[in-house]
């Protein structure tokens, strides 16, 4: 089964920047969609921007301008860059792949990461 293994978050000023990776692993042969989730205390889960295996984007729209979701499907992993970082997008982020179909024929429809916690603060 597909293992997510995240990482880039961390402590960051209003205003700066981070850069999240979250890498699949596994014998896969393709990966359908990659996303990013947030979950804040208190809040339910939230999809922050998700991208297709050809490319396609989507963001939520407070985030957009300000994050860019990028994929690497030879490497299988997908990114997250966030600029312009606002006390408000503190939370733990969270990987999600979709439709992950292996060279064995398997397949699963649905995976998560552990989750990684972005803090922006003063």
């Known amino acids: 089964q597909v293992q997510l293994v995240e990482s880039g978050g961390g402590l960051v000023q209003p205003g700066g920047s981070l850069r999240l990776s979250c890498a699949a692993s596994?014998?896969?042969?393709?990966?359908?969609?990659m996303a990013w989730y947030r979950q804040a205390p208190g809040k339910q889960r939230e999809l922050v921007a998700g991208?297709?295996?050809?490319?396609?984007?989507n963001y939520l729209e407070s985030v957009k301008g300000r994050f860019t979701i990028s994929r690497d499907n030879a490497k299988n992993t997908v990114y997250l860059q966030m600029n312009s970082l606002k006390p408000e997008d503190t939370a733990v982020y969270y990987c999600?792949?979709?439709?992950?179909?292996?060279?064995?024929?398997?397949?699963?429809?649905?995976?998560w990461g552990q989750g990684t916690l972005v803090t922006v603060s003063s």
């Open positions: 991208i297709t295996s050809g490319g396609s984007t």
């Open positions: 999600n792949v979709r439709g992950v179909r292996y060279y064995s024929g398997r397949f699963t429809s649905d995976a």
């Open positions: 596994g014998s896969i042969f393709s990966i359908n969609t």
